[in-house]
């Protein structure tokens, strides 16, 4: 009569989940959806008809596709080393938020109260946690965030963090 399935994440969070496979006999493929991304899963299939349910399959290990970053990267701090420098540093995305491999880093920054679009450097490399931020202007209130991104996109950034870089005269 048809087929169900059950499938549960590899690391034991969440539920198990059992389901029905629509359009009977004849079906030879399903997506499930609602799974996270970038997650290890086990799969198990079974038969049933009227008189009642067969065996489950052998179980089957998959991976859901990769995904932009779901979270923003935590602890973003800055410091005005200068007049016209600002040193941005922060920590890893957590790894339930990575939904995949972060290639790297960008960070939005612009003049508080600007109407345009903040100008962006990008950060290479998942390792790499900090910028040194040059050639601002002195003794100026810069809004700074910080996103992560896969092959797929971007991660939401950051919360913004204001700062003013340093009102001397000296430019390093």
């Known amino acids: 009569m048809g ?5 549960w994440r590899t690391d034991g969070d969440g539920e198990d989940r059992t389901e029905d496979v629509k359009g009977g006999v004849r079906t030879t493929d399903t997506t499930i959806e609602g799974l996270s991304p970038w997650t290890h899963y086990q ?3 079974q038969a049933f008809n009227s008189i009642g349910p067969g065996l489950w399959s052998q179980t089957v290990a998959a991976r859901t596709t990769e995904s932009a970053p779901s979270g923003s990267p935590a602890n973003v701090n800055a410091e005005a080393v200068s007049s016209s420098r600002i040193m941005l540093t922060w920590s890893f995305l957590p790894e339930a938020q990575r939904n995949g491999v972060i290639i790297g880093y960008k960070v939005l920054y ?3 109260d600007s109407d345009g679009p903040p100008t962006v450097r990008v950060i290479e490399g998942d ?6 931020l040059g050639s601002l202007q002195k003794y100026t209130m ?6 992560a991104y896969t092959r797929i996109g971007d991660g939401p950034p950051s919360s913004p963090l204001l ?3 340093k009102e001397d005269g000296t430019n390093y």
Do not use: H
């Open 3 to 7: 087929y169900r399935l059950r499938v």
């Open 43 to 45: 799969v198990q299939i």
């Open 110 to 112: 612009q003049e508080n």
């Open 127 to 132: 390792r790499n946690l900090t910028l040194l």
């Open 142 to 147: 810069y809004a700074l965030q910080v996103l």
């Open 163 to 165: 700062l003013r870089t």
